[in-house]
């Protein structure tokens, strides 16, 4: 390995991406801006997957490989690669997504100008049906902004919120430093380790650039969807990301009006996708410990507090859904979860359509 240290560390997780993970590290080849490292971290995977990425570093120098004896998860892959990471800056993709060759180079001459700790970039959703066919696709651009303070960066965090731009650790980059200086780690915990992580880092930051270019392919796959694990614990987890974004800007003192409706608007879609899944027969509830649920619901403080303020932009289907949640309808309520619960069911690509407002 070279000894010069690389400018940007790239962080990629390895398990069961052997269908994917060469066209990544292609696509990392490929930056225009050659001062990196990568740092796979075999996550014990139990398929060519790591095979694959040894075959690449015995070609490429900057391409190391490191090792977990056991399955750790994603948290954990992570955590080990920005221990190992040498780079001024670090960078965490995904192995099944794909990136465009300048995006190195794009973050690197917006750091250039602004020296900032965290730079965010849009993302280009590709949507895949179960076939693996391709759908359409949807591209989240920010608006560019160099931001070189708290007090500039902090009204602009529910927002990147709202453009589903905060929660993803792979469209940002870190300086490793200030990332160090934070503690912050990954916490081993199902869909919201991202959120978590970033409301940590987030939390002292003084400086923010926001790139207005989608050089990051986000690969949604339907087939992923029809044969996801249920998750008991859905509405639980998503209520703590809710309560750590609410909790932050209270401590900002920026909880005021505006943000609440933006992040009562993103409550009430939390709320509504678990009313649908409350119907799936994995749930093992009836409809009388639907009617608990609804109703216990309604009783949250957080709920109180947010969803009275929630708005719904441009998404009709969202405004229609939010009449009953602010009214706190029980049976209007229980009612659109059967209803998407049944469109997810049978009309899952026109559904993923709707729910994003599109």
């Known amino acids: 390995m ?3 240290q690389p400018i940007f560390s790239i962080v ?7 269908d994917y993970i060469a066209q990544a590290i292609s696509c990392i080849q490929a930056q225009t801006c050659p001062a990196w490292e990568l740092i796979c971290v075999d996550d014990a995977t139990p398929d060519a997957s790591a095979r694959i990425a040894e075959q690449a570093a015995q070609s490429d120098e900057r391409i190391r490989v490191v090792h977990h004896d056991a399955n750790k998860g994603l948290s954990e892959a992570r955590n080990t690669g920005m221990a190992a990471a040498r780079g001024t800056y670090l960078w965490m993709p995904d192995p099944d997504d794909t990136y465009e060759p300048t995006l190195l180079q794009d973050c690197l001459d917006a750091l250039q100008e602004n020296p900032a700790h965290v730079t965010v970039f849009g993302v280009d959703e590709c949507y895949f049906d179960a076939q693996g066919a391709f759908l ?12 070189s303070s708290a007090a500039e960066l902090r009204p602009h965090v529910v927002e990147l919120e709202r453009q589903t731009l905060l929660g993803y650790a792979w469209n940002k980059i870190y300086d490793l430093a200030y990332l160090r200086t934070t ?3 990954f916490e081993t915990v199902k869909l919201i380790e991202d959120i978590a992580f970033n409301v940590a880092v987030f939390q002292n930051l003084d400086s923010l650039n926001v790139l207005a270019s989608t ?3 986000y690969a949604r796959r339907l087939r ?3 044969t996801n694990k249920f998750i008991p614990e859905y509405y639980e987890l998503h209520r703590r990301r809710i309560g750590m974004l609410a909790d932050q800007q209270r401590s900002w003192g920026t909880l005021d009006g505006e943000t609440r409706a933006t992040l009562g608007s993103l409550f009430a879609r939390y709320v509504l996708s678990a009313l649908e899944r409350n119907c799936d027969p994995q749930a093992h509830m ?6 608990v649920w609804i109703r216990k619901t309604f009783s949250d403080e957080l709920y109180r507090d947010l969803i009275p303020h929630a708005q719904a932009q441009n998404s009709r289907a969202l405004a229609l859904c939010l009449r009953p949640l602010k009214a706190r309808r029980t049976g209007t309520c229980l009612a659109l979860g059967r209803l998407i619960h049944i469109a997810r069911g049978k009309l899952l690509p026109l559904f993923t359509r709707i729910k994003s407002g599109r």
């Open 2 to 4: 070279t000894q010069e």
């Open 286 to 291: 009836s409809h009388a410990d639907r009617k």
């Open 224 to 226: 992923d969807n029809l």
């Open 183 to 185: 503690g912050a780690r």
């Open 215 to 217: 050089p990051y392919h």
């Open 136 to 147: 359409y696709n949807h591209a989240i651009t920010p608006t560019r902004q160099l931001l």
């Open 12 to 18: 990629m997780p390895v398990y069961g991406v052997e």
